[in-house]
């Protein structure tokens, strides 16, 4: 069937359905709140690492950050100063450890999404919340495998590492998202 503007609608969908089916899908976009929640996540530390006289360790998306380590100061070593100062090569590196970077690349490609909804209007929802949670769980591995390596025994150390990144984007993307997601999941 013609429209009148030269669209065509399809004979077995009634008008009505069609028009709001086309506004729920051309109005999806991060707002300015959403798109705040995504980049914050970016700050978020990936694992909170119980040390030893008292002075955790944060490993963030950006490296690792000891708080009050020799001298009672703060510490810091970047990312990518680790695995450029490797003696192994990254395929030899334990698989959590691999999965950093995809938790990285996961929230940023996510904090990119976002943007272009709100500065563009041009976004679809459903890609930016599956990101999130393709991001929160390269972020739990990560904490996994830190709790392996920090624990004692294979399941022990689970819980001396805190995932506080995976538990916020995954919050994020099931408050943010959650409607588009399962949007996908019933189709």
């Known amino acids: 069937m013609e429209e009148p503007d030269g ?14 089916r086309e506004k ?13 929640l995504v ?11 119980p040390g030893g006289d008292d002075a955790p360790t944060l490993v963030s998306l950006w490296g690792f950050v000891t708080l009050g380590g020799d001298g009672g100061g703060v510490g810091g070593y970047p990312v990518w100063a680790y695995f450029l100062d490797q003696p192994r090569p990254f395929a030899t590196l334990p698989p959590s450890i691999r999965a950093w970077p995809l938790a990285l690349g996961f929230h940023l490609l996510a904090a990119g999404s976002a943007t272009s909804g709100v500065a563009l209007g041009r976004e679809d929802r459903r890609v930016t919340g599956g990101l999130l949670v ?5 972020t739990l591995w990560v904490a996994a495998g830190l709790g392996v390596r ?25 408050a943010a998202y959650g409607r588009d997601l399962r949007r996908v999941a019933v189709r």
């Open 24 to 36: 729920a899908d051309s109005t999806s976009t991060s707002g300015r709140v959403e798109w705040l």
């Open 39 to 49: 980049v914050a996540l970016l700050a978020v530390p990936m694992a909170v690492v």
């Open 150 to 174: 920090f624990g004692v025994g294979a399941t022990a150390g689970w819980f001396a590492v805190l995932p506080a990144s995976a538990v916020a984007t995954l919050a994020v993307a099931v």
């Open 134 to 138: 393709l991001a929160a769980a390269a």
């Open 7 to 20: 669209a065509s609608r399809s004979t077995s969908e009634p008008p009505s359905r069609s028009v709001s």
